[in-house]
């Protein structure tokens, strides 16, 4: 955050609204997970060094696994069962899928506007706290008829009021150390107190309980059409150099990503209408640059996007696909909401999708 198998199945190109679309999209992202993590599970080497883990015996026993299909489902089971058996998952390099960012910073602020934005802005080059001169999909999509007051984000990271301009978009933004104001439930009111009595390690960022517990609480007496979460332990527990940590904080995200679905799953507003789209912002160099992230980082620009609920045939882990970009998300999130974003701005195509 901080600068510092299942084959190609035949797909219909999606350049125009969709006949059968979601009403319902969830974006999350989990900041700066390697697609080796995601594809192949805990590394060894990463694992057995005391540098960057403090019980290693401990950790093998929760990580370890003889086979890399073992390790990734021991890491994030839910990705590896529900996600693989009913949606797909791009980005394993080594079955020749590859998915990439565009812009040439390697870090988080150039990334996540990327994502959002569809485009690549070249002089957003740090991760300063300014207010994004550009319209992102989540503004776009909230100026939409049916959709005013429908679009939410949710992040552990401070930035992205600016990065999502809150103040501009009229898009409600829970982000950093933000609390409900004011609580809508009592339960709001009670995570505002836990909040303001839990010690964070980062200045900027908060731990991502408190995210996911905040967006799972707006979900249910707001009910979004488009909801964005963006957890992002992982990026800076790397950056801390704690690999221990790292894996922990990519499970704990698959946990809350389970959560999210049981939870459209078991509500008669979202059960079967709702698309899971997930990425990450950046990858991450490798051995011991796996710390890092910028321009210069072998690999930093290998990221990973996965799709899962309405809309999405069960395609699994895509081998030989075409390459993706980052800025094809944007797009894809508001196709599957029925809607063209493309149509009058530069931007990354949708993603090719089969419609089950």
Known sequence: MRHLIISVSISIWLAAPLAFSAENVFLITLDGLRWQEL????????????????????????????????????????????????????????????????????????????????????????????????????????????????????????????????????????????????????????????QSQTPSPWSSVRLDVFTHQYALEYLTHSNPRLLYIAYGETDDFAHEGEYDHYLESAQRADQFIADLWRFAQSDARYRDRTTFVITTDHGRGSGAQWTDHEAGVDGADQIWIALLGAGISAQGEMSHAPPLKQDQIAATVAVLLGLDYAADRTVGAPIPLTVP
Do not use: C
Not at 57 to 66: G, I, N, Q, S, Y
Not at 123 to 139: D, G, M, Q, Y
């Open 39 to 194: 594809f192949t599970g805990a590394n060894a080497e990463l694992m057995g060094d005391e540098k960057f883990v403090r019980s290693p015996d401990a950790l093998a026993e929760k990580f370890w696994r003889e086979t890399p299909s073992q390790r990734r489902h021991a890491l994030m089971p839910f990705m590896w069962s529900t996600v693989v058996d009913s949606g797909v998952i791009y980005g394993n390099r080594a079955l020749g899928s590859r998915v990439e960012v565009k812009n040439s910073e390697w870090f988080s602020y150039p990334g996540y506007n990327e994502i959002l934005t569809g485009a690549v802005d070249p002089e957003i080059t740090s991760n300063a706290k300014i207010p994004n001169r550009n319209t992102t999909v989540l503004e776009w999509i909230n100026q939409q008829p049916g959709f005013e007051g429908q679009v939410a984000a949710f992040g552990s990271w401070d930035v992205f009021p600016y990065i999502i301009n809150e103040a501009r978009s009229g898009v409600p933004v829970n982000a950093g150390f933000d609390a409900a104001d004011p609580p809508r439930s009592a339960r709001e009111a009670w995570l505002n107190t836990i």
